[in-house]
């Protein structure tokens, strides 16, 4: 009777056991599961710090203060229509590697891309000290690659480069999409202040907003441009270029 007793013991242990484990299984697949998920929006390190709970869950609907950068090539619809295919996609992804590897550098969220298109914002979904600074100071860094970018396309007979377009303000935050495809957007005036200071951009100069000037000021070199018709937008007061 002992001996059935002491069996009936072990084998109740062994089935608790089994039961923690396959839980810790089930979590572990789990985790890994929404590391996957969020590593599709965030760099690797950023991922991990939300899953660990360095970060509240970025992908419910937020609302936060963000600095946004909207990138656009300029030249790049004339090059589309006479370059070959192969050549267009090989300067797309040599455009989207060096950007993309300064944005997790300095952690930036990419929002979108979009061909030679693309959105990043700053303070989301971790909130940094001074955003703007952070969003305006890699330009020095963007501005070797961007020579080295452009040096090499103009040696293929490319006339491409960058224009850059930077705001600040309050945009609501979130996963946007369907079940099975989702992305991470920002919406706001904001956004839309970036990108259409982008599209007043010349080749190779940055345009920032009065409150993205006022964030840095004496941190970096500037000068007003002077009123901008912006479509769509009502934009009070002078905007600024770079330097």
Known sequence: MRSL????????????????????VREQVDQLERLGRLKRFFSPQLAELILKGGAEDPLKSHRRELTVVFFDLRGFTSFAETAEPEEVMSVLREYHRELGRLILDHEGTLERFAGDGMMVFFNDPVPIANPAE????????????????????????????????????????????????????????????????CSEAKPGQILVSRRVITAVEGIVDSEPVGELSLRELAQAGSDFQCG
């Open 5 to 24: 007793l002491r069996i009936k013991a072990l084998y109740d242990q062994l089935e608790d056991s089994n039961r923690t484990l396959e839980t810790r």
């Open 134 to 197: 952070r969003a305006v100071r890699w330009r020095s860094q963007r501005r070797r690659e961007r020579a080295e970018l452009t040096d090499r396309w103009r040696k293929l007979g490319f006339e491409l480069d960058l224009g850059i377009g930077i705001a600040q303000g309050y945009a609501t935050i979130g996963a946007i999409g369907f079940e099975g495809r989702w992305d991470y957007g920002a919406v706001g005036t904001v956004t839309n202040l970036s990108f259409r200071l």
